[in-house]
T-cell receptor
Framework: DQQVKQNSPSLSVQEGRISILNCDYT??????FLWYKKYPAEGPTFLIS?????DKNEDGRFTVFLNKSAKHLSLHIVPSQPGDSAVYFC???????????FGTGTSLTVIP | GAVVSQHPSWVICKSGTSVKIECRSL??????MFWYRQFPKQSLMLMAT?????????EQGVEKDKFLINHASLTLSTLTVTSAHPEDSSFYIC???????????FGQGTRLTVV
């Protein structure tokens, strides 16, 4: 049973525009959420995170929004750049850190 | 960010043999390590969570006797795929954290091919 879901397997965006990647989760015990970027045959690299006590966290071009009532989070990248093309995974963790689950990933392509 | 080193990055083995994959945290003490498996074009599937000095907690459907995990120190965890078969061929990734539940740092992954 997939506890973290990303319903869009792929997304294409023009360079300079906003990329919005979505993630839904089912386990209400998750209270820390993260986004990772992954290139083929490499381990994921951490991008940005958000605690459940917040609804927004911003770091440069990346902003993560959390809607706890809807069990939904999103990652906004603006402006999008060709180097942002990768697979993006959202992940969720419980308060003990002994659960760390990934979504199914969204492949982002930024078109120059 | 913190560095997690995974070795080997690529291994081919014969069916029926065992393969050990190492995961090391180089500049921090990893209280918790995670092992994932990724099939082509699929998500990272959590296999097990291990805390230093205790037995690993396996996810449902993961065979404990086939995927042996040892987290003997705060900087090293190993995953041994025992009696490997072609269907075990996959990309295995470890991650480590020193401050759960915050971000975990990932190794570069190991491509296992069983022939």
């Amino acid at each position: 049973d997939q506890q973290v879901k990303q319903n869009s397997p792929s997304l294409s965006v023009q360079e300079g525009r906003i990329s919005i990647l979505n993630c839904d989760y089912t386990n209400s015990m998750f209270d820390y959420f993260l986004w990772y970027k992954k290139y083929p045959a490499e381990g994921p690299t951490f991008l940005i995170s958000i605690s459940s006590i917040k609804d927004k966290n911003e770091d440069g071009r990346f902003t993560v929004f959390l809607n706890k009532s809807a069990k939904h989070l999103s990652l906004h990248i603006v402006p999008s750049q060709p180097g942002d093309s990768a697979v993006y995974f959202c992940a969720a963790s419980g308060s003990t850190g002994n659960q760390f689950y990934f979504g199914t990933g969204t492949s982002l392509t930024v078109i120059p | 960010g913190a560095v997690v080193s995974q070795h080997p990055s690529w291994v081919i083995c014969k069916s029926g043999t065992s393969v050990k994959i190492e995961c090391r945290s180089l500049d921090f003490q990893a209280t918790t390590m995670f092992w994932y498996r990724q099939f082509p074009k699929q998500s990272l599937m959590l296999m097990a969570t291990s805390n230093e000095g205790s037995k690993a907690t396996y996810e449902q459907g993961v065979e404990k006797d086939k995927f042996l995990i040892n987290h003997a120190s705060l900087t090293l965890s190993t995953l041994t795929v025992t009696s490997a078969h072609p269907e075990d061929s996959s990309f295995y990734i470890c991650s480590a954290t020193d401050r759960p539940p915050f971000e975990a740092f990932f190794g570069q992954g190991t491509r296992l091919t069983v022939v």
